[in-house]
């Protein structure tokens, strides 16, 4: 099938080569021609395990086409998606101005029926905006072409997205016309062979389904940390709790990790989208609220952690970071906890040598060069004459260390584990002061 995907991003880019390489014939549109260069070139503008050699292969192939043509783009496709940004308003909501820009451009160049699909997260109610504006630019243009607009929420994990893609739990369509099934069931088609993943259902509900999988997700998290700070106030250990209510199968173990708070694209994002869209139609949504406020809170833990042992004077202390990235195999650093805690060091006096596997030029491009952070080369480097580890990220290769090495280079061996990688009793027979989240193991209990 000959596609259009609008919006060369971490989905459209993502979800564009996947299609390609089961044989489809893409071309994605973006306004940036230095971005559309960079990927005729195979150079790949976000990291994502296994993404770069699949593009390459498929442009090579000639199945992935990348161009600045709007109206190449819109003469190419009977499928059209939209995959552009939503990022948050100043008031928090989803800005869809993108969305609308790239509704707008496929009825000015439209000459034959398309099936226009939303892949990027927006609020219940935008198929509908999508819709009235290609009416309305159909309507200055004198045509009557016909089109169907279509909710395709993606449900993508950065780290894994590839795979996700290739081999996705559940395919959502959301669409009021029955006529358009048949050619997304063939779109879909080989990523569908094994069972049957496709859930139908109306447009406001797939575009609901979207903020309703990620929000729950955020729930959980916000959750176990604000039961990890329970149990670091009652001599608890969150760790043990974490099996304990993970073993019950209603439960489960994802997304009960306690930590240092999450970031991203999506959970920020989409968590505060639907608080807005809720108190938009006047509803107030005191779990969501919640959620936002208890992962907000839990970004500033680690800097209590440092003022509480360094009795509220870290003014020239180096701390050694090991983690930018807000998750593992990304080189994202949109919300990230380290980003959080970094600035508060900074603004204490402290100085910051950082060490990421992915993501240091994304530190770079966002700081730029400064006195305060330095970034370093290795793990080990960050080490040297600090005067505390501190660990945001949970990258697998910072799970075992050498700790005699680390004993060495810090100037006093404390580690502050954002994501609790370690054991504290071991750390402790080893001779280190030890700070995890909700580990109950350096604050003593309130009762």
């Known amino acids: 099938m000959k596609v259009t995907v609008f919006g060369i991003g971490y989905v459209g880019l993502v979800q564009a080569a996947v299609l390609a390489d089961v044989g489809h014939d893409v071309m994605c549109i973006d306004i940036d021609e230095q971005k559309v260069e960079n990927l005729k070139k195979g150079n790949i503008p976000i990291f994502e395990p296994g993404l770069t050699s699949l593009v390459q292969q498929n442009y090579e192939a000639g199945r992935l086409h990348f161009t600045t043509d709007a109206k190449a783009g819109v003469a190419h496709g009977a499928i059209q998606f939209i995959a552009v940004g939503t990022p948050p308003d100043e008031d928090g909501s989803a800005d869809l101005k993108y969305v609308t820009a790239v509704a707008r451009t496929i009825a000015e160049h439209m000459t034959e029926r398309k099936v226009v699909i939303d892949k990027s997260t927006v609020p219940v109610g935008t ?4 819709r009235e504006v290609m ?5 200055k243009r004198g045509s009557d072409v016909a089109f169907d607009v279509v909710s395709n929420p993606e449900f993508l994990k950065e780290g894994a997205a590839v795979a996700d893609c290739m081999r996705p739990e559940r395919i959502v369509l959301g669409t009021d016309n029955k006529d358009v099934i048949e050619p997304l069931r063939e779109l879909y088609e080989p990523f569908n062979r094994n069972h049957d993943r496709m859930i139908l259902m109306d447009i406001r509900s797939a575009e609901l389904t979207k903020y309703a999988a990620n929000c729950m997700l955020a729930t ?13 106030m009652l001599g608890a250990d969150i760790e043990k709790v974490r099996q304990g209510i993970g073993s019950d199968s209603r439960i489960g173990y994802h997304f009960i990790y306690p930590g240092c708070g999450y970031g991203g694209s999506c959970f920020p994002k989409d968590v505060q989208a639907l608080i807005r869209t809720a108190e938009h139609i006047g509803y107030q949504p005191k779990l969501l609220q919640a959620v936002e406020q208890v992962n907000n809170q839990q970004k500033y833990k680690l800097t209590q952690f440092i003022k509480h042992h360094f009795a509220n004077d870290v003014k020239g202390k180096t701390f050694a970071l090991w983690g930018l990235a807000f998750k593992p195999n990304t080189d994202d650093m949109r919300e990230a906890s380290s980003r959080v805690l970094m600035e508060t060091l900074w603004e204490l006096g402290a100085s910051v040598q950082a060490y990421d596997p992915e993501a240091m030029a994304e530190a770079q491009r966002i700081y730029g060069q400064r006195a305060d952070l330095k970034l370093m080369g290795t793990k080990e480097a960050a080490l040297q004459d600090a005067d505390a580890l501190v660990i945001c990220t949970e990258w697998q290769n910072f799970r075992a260390p050498d700790f005699d090495a680390i004993k060495a280079a810090l100037k006093q061996p404390v580690i502050f584990d954002g994501r609790n990688l370690f054991d504290p009793e071991r750390l402790q027979a080893r001779g280190f002061t030890y700070y ?3 580990r ?8």
């Open 440 to 447: 109950g193991a350096s604050i003593k209990p309130v009762i």
């Open 135 to 139: 009416t309305e630019t159909l309507r």
């Open 220 to 232: 959980k998290i916000s959750f176990m940390n604000e039961i990890s700070n329970l149990a670091e």
């Open 436 to 438: 995890g989240i909700g």
């Open 127 to 130: 198929a509908d905006k999508v």
